[in-house]
């Protein structure tokens, strides 16, 4: 069975509430015509009721953008997976490197959220990357590994249907630089790999693993038209309805017609 093109836009911090209401809606307008590829709105937590408001009646998912591991307690300032569900997301990203560069998240740190995560019924979109100095020194594939292994560790192959993979090299968020589809893919490849190695050829396969970094409609077909690239997290490009539709209205073209 063909992997799903699944689209996700990581707002960030970016949005009111009612610049979230607003941008959900356009997004809505426009999505009327997509049947196969799927799309993802990430806002922040502020604005995730709101969101939910304007897309539960379509087939957009939402997602959160971090969250923590406990249930419930004295944690100032944090969200649990079930405060996440109750917002009506039904995805939470974690472990995004601006997590790991600002606010000190590790491996093991992605790996307890990943579980509470599915504890709680949300589907994680799990992101690893390498740094521009990592990827200078040749060591993308052991950074990336290990990322894959820590972050997944402990989990069962039945656990792998709920679990996205986004592959986000640092130097290509936000900074214009996209890596080639040649970059990403041989990436890609490398990540089902290791996935394959954890869970199995068959599990693997069906892993949808997402590029991020500087993905816009000018360059969305060319890297997801590659064998191993089943969509995108969009961070700058989701921000503005017209590029986010450019991107999954191309997801759709390629969804029509795409591979394994
Ligand atoms: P940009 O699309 O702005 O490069 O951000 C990518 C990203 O970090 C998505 O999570």
Not at 42 to 50: D, E, R, Y
Not at 240 to 246: L, M, R, V
């Amino acid at each position: 069975m063909a992997r799903k093109i699944i689209i996700a836009g990581n707002w960030k911090m970016h949005k009111t509430n009612a610049e979230a209401r607003q941008l959900a809606n356009q997004i809505k307008m426009k999505a009327t015509d997509i049947r196969q590829a799927g799309i993802i709105l990430c806002p922040p937590f502020t604005a995730l009721a709101a969101v939910y408001e304007t897309i539960k009646d379509t087939g957009i998912g939402l997602g959160a953008q971090n969250m923590f591991w406990e249930k419930e307690g004295a944690f100032t300032g944090e969200i649990s997976a079930g405060m996440i569900k109750s917002a009506g997301a039904g995805y939470v990203i974690i472990g995004h490197s601006e997590r790991r560069q600002y606010f000190g998240e590790t491996d093991e740190t992605v790996n307890k959220k990943i579980k509470a995560a599915l504890e709680n019924g949300l589907n994680p979109i799990v992101c690893v990357g390498e740094s521009l100095q990592q990827r200078e020194e040749n060591i993308t594939r052991e950074v990336v590994t290990r990322q894959i292994k820590g972050a997944l560790d402990g989990l069962k192959p039945a656990d792998m249907q709920h679990i996205i993979v986004a592959y986000e090299p640092i130097w290509a968020i936000g900074t214009g630089k996209t890596a080639t589809p040649q970059q990403a893919e041989e990436v890609h490849g490398q990540i089902r790999t290791v996935l394959t190695e954890m869970f199995g050829q068959e599990v693997a396969e069906q892993v949808i693993i997402q590029y991020g970094g500087s993905v816009k409609p000018e360059n969305a077909r060319e890297l997801l038209s590659q064998p191993n690239i089943d969509g995108a997290l969009v961070g700058g490009a989701s921000l503005k309805a017209d590029s986010f539709a450019g991107i999954f209205q191309t997801a759709e073209q390629l969804s029509v017609s795409k591979k394994t």
